[in-house]
């Protein structure tokens, strides 16, 4: 057991390990309520950076899963924090419509200097003009944020290019680096854990992705568990992490977690 036996808080990815696509993996709502019956304090941790956590928290009800907006850490939640918390902020938001009704009071108005330039999730339908508008206010010293890097999105009918292309685009178009609120940001995984009053040497992650989850949880010192489910049952160029442990799936933590 080692590690795994000084768990406090289980950070659970979403999509590639409680499910995949619209699939639920067979046994990960029953895995989550036994987590919850052991004492142990579950957050919700998810790159997923196309909608709200509001919407977010409906759609996991969905599917079976109940989980409140403060028990979801998105990097959508994290712009709307960091934002907020900088009035002077005016941001260009390259997101879906409903991340930037969430982020309307940061906005920049017509006319308005840009400070902040944001880019989500592309697939609500980007275009060249968006970005070149985003290119340009990088140019005129905007700062470049991203939500996240991921590389590759996993849907019902396979791999699509997710926002970390359309990132890498702009940072090579500018010469800028982003800012990454999302995973594997260090920030990311230690926030909840702040939040809670939680050291992350007694947290665990649990995820699909190498770099984001494993890379992201063992950045900040946690546990990491790989799960087969998702992108864990392929090679993952460029991720080089090394898990505490790995399941074929998230049904498979209670009994790694029992010894």
């Known amino acids: ?39 142990l304090t579950v957050r919700f941790t998810t790159n997923t950076d196309s909608i709200t956590p509001e919407a977010l928290a409906d759609r996991l009800a969905g ?55 944001l880019v989500a999730d592309p697939s609500y339908g980007a275009t060249y003009d968006d970005l070149d508008a985003a290119f340009q206010a990088v140019q005129a010293g905007a700062e470049l944020v991203a939500t996240q890097v991921n590389r590759i999105a996993r849907r019902d009918d396979g791999e699509h290019l997710d926002t970390g292309g359309w990132v890498r685009l702009l940072e090579y178009a500018t010469g800028q ?12 995984f230690t926030a909840p854990l702040d939040a809670l009053g939680r050291r992350a040497p007694a947290a665990l992650v649990v995820g699909d992705d190498l770099a984001a989850d494993i ?8 546990a990491t568990v790989l799960v087969r489910s998702g992108k864990g049952d392929r090679p993952q160029p460029g991720a080089d992490a090394e898990p505490d442990a790995v399941v074929d799936s998230v049904a498979d933590l209670p009994g790694l977690l029992r010894g």
Request: aromatic share 4%; hydrophobic share 45%; charged share 20%.
């Open 63 to 117: 599917l079976g899963f109940q989980a409140t907006e403060e028990e979801l850490v998105t990097p959508i939640a994290v712009a709307a924090r960091l934002f907020e918390s900088m009035p002077e902020a005016r941001v260009l938001a390259v997101a879906a419509a409903g991340v930037r009704r969430l982020l309307a009071g940061s906005l920049a108005g017509p006319g308005e200097p840009i400070t902040h330039v």
């Open 177 to 188: 680096t982003a800012r990454v609120l999302g995973k594997p940001s260090p920030e990311f």
């Open 1 to 39: 057991m080692g590690r795994l036996s000084e768990i406090q808080t289980v950070l659970l990815d979403l999509d590639g390990t409680l499910y995949v696509g619209s699939q639920v993996v067979p046994g990960a709502p029953e895995a989550v309520h036994w987590l919850r019956d052991q004492g």
């Open 215 to 222: 890379g992201g949880g063992q950045g900040v010192g946690a």
